[in-house]
């Protein structure tokens, strides 16, 4: 899954390269024209056009007949039957282009997140570092360490929480930079990106771990902590980050998946794909 990931970060990482010191949303409408164009190749490569084609006429032509006979209840009975028919062979015929177009969305959407989803820590603010431990380990009986590179410092000393086996660090962002703090369990060390200041847009990872299959599909930011250890993650608590708009900070995903619907709708006529 890595592998997966490394590819998919060169790629979304690549088209936005050309937008950095720009407007966020100038990179993230490059993203959504590109994804629309490649789920609009995708569905018009793996969807049966003809039947979809044949199904929107058929709910065209049905919803005529109710128009033009809504005083006959039979023809009216009929046609309404007639449209839920059209409709289910509709739904069926896009079950397929669906199933796939789900898994390259996912994988972008994943990516996306690194660079949308959450802000640098500003300098002089803090924050939390929680790392979180294999199931039946104590973080009591652990000797544990945090070091942190120069522009962090920390503010309090671990809290272990046996209950939800984790240890959680109060640090503090003392300039700008970026490099790596490191958990250590004893003599096993367990490192983790970290950035502070600069860029708003800048590629944040919030969790490295080494979980399920599903985590790594979803935080795709750093390889898996390696194996044979107590830790199972190490998670740094950023700020959320927002997209600016007529005074509004609006979300990430929801902007993506307006625009690359609407630039979808916009181009399958130029592509000639049925939708």
Do not use: C
């Not at 790629?11 to 993203?31: I, N, T």
């Not at 003809?50 to 005529?64: C, E, F, V, W």
């Not at 980050?241 to 929801?254: C, E, K, T």
């Amino acid at each position: 899954m890595h592998a997966v990931n490394v590819v998919f970060g060169g790629l979304v990482g690549a088209v936005l390269w050309p937008f950095r010191g720009m407007s966020p949303w100038a990179g993230l409408v490059a993203v959504s024209l590109l994804t629309a164009l490649l789920m609009l190749e995708v569905y018009k490569l793996t969807s049966d056009q003809a039947a979809i084609r044949r199904a929107k006429d058929r709910i065209k032509a049905h919803l005529l007949e109710m128009r033009l006979y809504k005083d006959d209840m039979r023809v009216t009975l009929s046609a309404q039957a007639g449209v839920l028919k059209a409709n289910l062979a509709y739904l069926a015929a896009n079950l397929r282009p669906l199933a796939v177009m789900i898994v390259p969305l996912v994988l972008i959407l994943a990516q996306l997140s690194v660079w949308y989803d959450r802000a640098p820590l500003a300098p002089g603010r803090e924050t939390l570092v929680k790392a979180r431990f294999e199931t039946g380990v104590d973080p009591a009986s652990l000797d544990l360490a945090l070091e942190l590179p120069p522009f962090l410092e920390v503010t309090s000393p671990a809290v272990r929480i046996a209950d939800l086996g984790e240890a959680v660090w109060r640090v503090r962002a003392v300039g700008p930079g970026s490099g790596r703090l490191v958990v250590r369990a004893g003599s096993l060390a367990f490192g983790k990106a970290v950035v502070a200041g600069g860029d708003s847009r800048t590629r944040i990872s919030a969790l490295a771990s080494r979980g399920s299959f599903g985590k790594r599909v979803l935080f795709p930011g750093e390889p898996p902590l390696p194996g044979g250890g107590p830790v199972r993650s190490i998670e740094v608590l950023y700020p959320a980050a927002g997209l600016p708009a007529f005074g509004l900070n609006v979300h990430w995903l929801v902007a993506y998946l307006v625009l690359s619907i609407a630039l979808g709708f916009a181009l399958k006529g130029v592509l000639k794909v049925e939708i």
